[in-house]
């Protein structure tokens, strides 16, 4: 008897330059993947992927298109190598485009175009330097969010990621973002810090690249997955094209809320998580989230057969 299990896909912040070599190695399907975005981007994605510069792959309108496609890569594989479909799908903000495109909604081709589209306007929305986004560990939701109403003084600035339980990633204005920090801190935080990202996301800062994403997605055709796809913004399975759509615009200045789906899903007696994509940061987020779930990462040949192994087990 296999396991029920869900399929997660990272974010931003999983990237890094030579991911899934090892798995482009052993199986030629990860090139033809990344061929197929690169025709559609007009730039060799899978060279940028192993050979850089990190600056350019850290570059928001690059990091997107180049995770997603990643994520969709070692997806391709794993059904080619036989293994189970999960029964629900999510991702962590960029890594819903991944789960919508594995989940049959959008065409990968369409798919990189438009986050790589998202990722300019978000870049366009906030001029360098005038947005921060931070981590806070070790406080408690609502004191993060508190500290973020005492820290705007009329500037922008939320808590975005409910990543873990005691980790909460704020975004905002540059000048409110160094504020909070301070406060954190003395509120006893275990841990704040500013993290290298080039745009401030899920804030209220991001409306005017939602109102562009918007028009973009006005353009595409948008099927209803095949998978059920747990959004951000609500934590809800939409199945109508518009209303995925809508979502997918409302998330860009919404938080994640990445420890209500994991707690979603987790009711649901999945009794397996997959991490789809390069990196292992979900895996310890859903460590955090609840110590008894089991998360397995995929990025590479060896990671892949162990973990068909315990899925075809019973």
């Known amino acids: 008897m296999t396991k029920k299990i869900a399929f997660i896909f990272p974010g931003q912040g999983s990237q890094a330059v030579g991911m899934l070599k090892n798995l482009g190695e052993s199986f030629p399907l990860v090139r033809e993947v990344f061929d197929i975005a690169s025709a559609a981007l007009g730039y060799d994605v899978w060279q940028l992927t192993q050979e850089g510069p990190a600056e350019k792959l850290n570059q928001t309108m690059y990091t997107q298109p180049a995770l997603l496609t990643a994520s969709v890569a070692v997806w391709q594989v794993w059904l080619a190598q036989g293994g189970v479909k999960p029964v629900l799908l999510a991702g962590h903000s960029l890594g819903e485009y991944s789960a919508l495109v594995c989940a049959g909604a959008l065409e990968l081709a369409t798919a990189v175009k438009l986050v790589a589209e998202r990722g300019r306007f978000m870049q366009e929305a906030v001029p360098a330097g005038e947005g921060a986004m931070a981590a806070i560990v070790g406080l408690e939701n609502k004191q993060v969010e508190d500290i973020c109403l005492v820290a705007a003084q009329g500037d922008v600035i939320a808590a975005v990621n409910y990543n873990a339980i005691g980790q909460v990633v704020i975004a905002g204005q540059a000048t409110a973002v160094e504020r909070a920090l301070v406060l954190a ?27 562009r994403l918007k028009m973009q997605l006005d353009q595409i055709t948008l099927q209803t997955p095949a998978i059920p796809v747990i959004n951000n913004v609500d934590v809800t399975i939409n199945t109508e094209p518009a209303a995925i759509k809508a979502a997918l615009v409302r998330q860009l200045y919404h938080p994640v809320r990445w420890v209500e789906i994991i707690q979603w899903i987790a009711k649901q007696n999945s009794e397996l998580f997959i991490e789809c994509g390069p990196g292992k940061i979900l895996a310890g987020l859903n460590k955090r989230i609840d110590n008894n779930l089991t998360t397995l990462s995929i990025n590479d040949a060896a990671t892949l057969a162990s973990a068909l192994t315990t899925t075809a087990a019973n």
């Open 185 to 211: 801190q003395q509120a006893g935080a275990k841990l704040a810090m500013k993290l290298p990202v080039s745009a401030p996301s899920h804030c209220a800062l991001m409306k005017p690249a939602a109102e």
